[in-house]
């Protein structure tokens, strides 16, 4: 399925959490924290700062989950974003 995000939104594929510490303990689903760093997989419109491809960071309790073809995506606003890695 394609998906198209509208205006200043961007389609972002979350990265998965560790699910083991350093030291080896494993980390249980309930005890994990919600990602903050996902790839941009599409862009709306009206974006500009960032482009398909970039690894961004983003708020804690921003944007919205979805699940496409068994795949975790989230949707952020442009101004949700707070930088990108280089």
């Keep these: 399925m394609k998906f198209k995000p509208l205006m200043d ?3 972002a594929k979350l990265e ?3 699910e083991k510490t350093v030291s080896g303990i494993i980390i249980p689903d309930t005890a994990k924290e919600k990602p903050q760093k996902a790839t941009v997989v599409e862009i709306g419109d009206d974006v500009e700062l960032v482009k398909q491809g970039d690894t961004v960071l983003f708020e804690k309790y921003s944007g919205s ?3 496409i073809d ?6 952020l606003k442009e101004d949700e ?5 280089e």
């Design 9 to 11: 939104r961007v389609l």
């Design 16 to 18: 998965e959490s560790e």
């Design 70 to 75: 068994d795949e975790t995506y989230i949707i």
């Design 65 to 67: 989950e979805l699940k």
């Design 81 to 85: 974003i707070l930088g990108k890695f």
